[in-house]
């Protein structure tokens, strides 16, 4: 196995069948995962803020920040190692009701909905979700299965099982 | 697979919505049709013959109840599996309307992955 | 205005079709007000009680919305095609409104039309007080003012005052 850490602000993409891409401490930020189940590319993307527009410097240093400017990068870079955009499955972790470091409470919503709307725009709908609450959560995508595993208080478990998502008729799947 | 669907909603603006979550969805759609009421809807559908019906229910002339009734009382009609999108989320509504044949029930406001769902328990999940 | 079942719902209903066929957060601290276009959308509804909602957005915030909604860019979108959005957005808020406060009735909803789209937003405490103006006196008001970031939203309704009371679910 081959791990790559996707740090806080960060974007890997992961194109061969060894790699697993990882990435802890989802409080407000959301882990947004994209992987294309016919050539086995797929990326994680760990964003912080909704909206770039607030801070037009940082974006510069760190598009990754901020889902407006992350969003499309993590996108654009799948389909670069040869992923088809309408053949991706997407999940999203996090967006947790936490006090973070802005002091501000209800970022983990805006991170969520400012996703969904550039997600929608892009034409993508997610697949599966582990939003809200108020745990921290680490996640990991394994390029070669497309399986991703999700930890939150101590106990794991897989977000892609595929009884979630066939003839089933409730949304949205989560912890 | 291609698919023949045909969505009844008076806003053509819900008409564009739900077709387009029918397209990211998956759903390979051969034919499109859309109607402004349950008339029109059973106009085309003495001409054409599709594999679904997403309806509204709240629509004036003929309004997405009376279509339902309509649609089960033909022996032909009433095998097209018919789901209904609407803001009425009313139990005695929903209750008349699965009683009268509707496969499916979304209530407006919804996330498109609810449809998505929908779709896949009528139709199967796209390959 | 009375914080009553009918402004709960009115509230709730708002933010969740925002939310869901949006993907837009309703932010209540509205910041400092600045004169802009409206597109203002209304209808009516018959049932127990019957009733009336005008939905105002400002023109902008209609584009932004509408394109958004349609997955289309903000260039591309016609006014017939924003006009339609806003309605749809009245309806769903107007029919969840309705959904969510018991009553034995069938409610049936009008279609909505789009009014005088020209007009400029005055102040907002102006807006507030001309929501109910047009409205008749016997029965309840509510409005529910939000802020999109691209614009503002106010919904106003009023219902006649109903047979059975109204109970928000």
Sequence with gaps: MDQIVVGMADCKVGDTPEQVLTTYALGSCIGLMVHDPKVNVGGMLHFMLPDSSIDRNRVRDNPYMFADTGIPRLLDQVCGRGAVKRRLIVHAVGGAKMLDTEGVFEIGKRNYLAMRKILWKAGLLLHGEAIGGVNSRTVRLEIGSGKIWLHESGTQRELTLPAQQKGVNTWPTVS | MAYRVLIVDDSPAMRSFVRRVMLLSGFELSECFEAGDGSEALHLLRREWVDAILTDINMPGVDGEEFLRLLAADDVLRSIPAIVISTDATHNRISRLMALGARGYITKPFVPETLRAELEATLGVPL | ?169
Aim: glycine share 4%.
């Design chain 3, 1 to 169: 205005m009375i914080e009553n079942s009918l402004s709960h719902a009115l509230r709730a209903a708002t933010n969740d079709v925002l939310e869901r066929m949006f993907f837009i957060e309703c932010l209540s601290e509205l910041p400092e007000f600045v004169p802009e276009p409206v597109v203002v959308a209304r209808l009516t509804f018959d049932g127990d009680p019957a009733g009336e909602l005008e939905l105002k957005i400002s023109a902008s915030a209609a584009r932004s919305v509408s394109a958004d909604f349609l997955g289309t860019d903000q260039a591309d979108i016609s006014e017939q095609e924003i006009y339609d959005v806003v309605c749809e957005l009245a309806n769903m808020i107007c029919g969840s409104v309705l959904s969510r406060v018991e009553s034995t009735a069938t409610f049936r909803l009008s279609t909505p039309r789009i009014m005088d789209s020209t007009r400029d937003i005055a102040n907002l405490s102006e807006v507030v007080a001309s929501a109910s103006a047009p409205f008749p006196e016997v029965g309840d008001s509510v409005v529910q003012a939000v802020e999109l970031g691209s614009g503002r939203l106010v919904v106003s309704m009023h219902t006649e005052t109903p047979k059975w009371p109204l109970v928000p679910r």
